[in-house]
């Protein structure tokens, strides 16, 4: 028998994004994104957000509905991010999709957007290990996860205190005079500097911090210690170095990242780690993960890049993880839940 066909669609942030999968085969897989009406604020603003979503939804199902090769008629069970992530987005997404099960007939699964993004792996390394450590590091989030069962069982051991890491990028990246959003051009920038030329602060690594902050993150205290180092320099007349800043900060954000996940892997007793989110994109991250993975013994396990960064694939993935596990669907009066835990 052929396993059921999931729609997937994602609305939870400036990502329109709609895919088709069944079983863990992604079958068609398209993203609108308004990232380009909010890079003149420096980062996204809702209201453009939630606009963009209504606008592009029903063309980006079309498109879906193309590659694929699918109709929605085909369709076996609707998936749908349901929180968290910025409320009216969020709603756009949501109300299409009850629409979407009611006028099909078909079951509603709201999902959550985090254990969507550990789940997007699955597509591209088939059925995920459990338990899994998963590290989620994006413009919005910043998590650790401890997952022993991506439908039921997943639990946040820690989260950033302050600013998301990809956040962070963004905000040293204007410092520098860099384009939003900040990651790729500090990545490029930093391609021809020193990462270890100025030492910038780990965020809750001090003996002290661990006590309480273990396995959250802090990177406000970062973005700040940059800030001064670059207005020190402007003040005494003296040129900045932004390869060696961005290469150093960079370093700084790898470093505390990758640690404190292998850390939590050793400390659960845990050999997979996962990472995901749109600053898995970067090169640096992505190697740091893999010596310090290699180092501990444990297996590490990254999607593609498109497959981090917010898109339907990963709801549909999620989604189709439910059905399988016999999971009970949503009623359609789903909400929007904007600081829906993990
Ligand atoms: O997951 P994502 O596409 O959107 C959400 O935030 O949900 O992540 C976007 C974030 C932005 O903050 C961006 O600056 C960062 O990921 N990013 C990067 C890189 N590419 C994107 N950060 C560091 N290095 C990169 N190459
Ligand atoms: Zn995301």
Redesign the pocket.
Known sequence: MTEPLIIGIES????TGVAFVRGNTLLGDVVASS?EQHARFGG?VPEVASRAHLEELIPTIRRACEESGHRLADVDAVAVTSGPGLAGALMVGVASAKALAWALDKPLYGVN?LAA?VCADVLDHGPLPEPTVALL?????TNLLLVRDIASDVVELGSTIDD???????KV?RVLGLP?????H??RAAAEGDATAIRFPRGLTSRKDLERHRFDFSFSGLKTAVVRWVQERERAGEPVPVADVAASF?EA?ADVLTRKAIDACREYGVGDLQI??????????RALAQERCDAAGVSLRVPR?RL???NGAMVAALGSQLVQRGLAPSSLDLPADSSMPV
């Open positions: 939870s942030c400036d990502e990232v996204v957007h993004h590091v994006s413009g919005g989030h998301a890491a990809g956040e962070a990028f963004d990246a939003y959003p900040g990651g790729p500090i990545e960079t954000v995901g989110g749109g600053v898995t994109a970067n090169a640096r991250l890049v981090c960064t917010d």
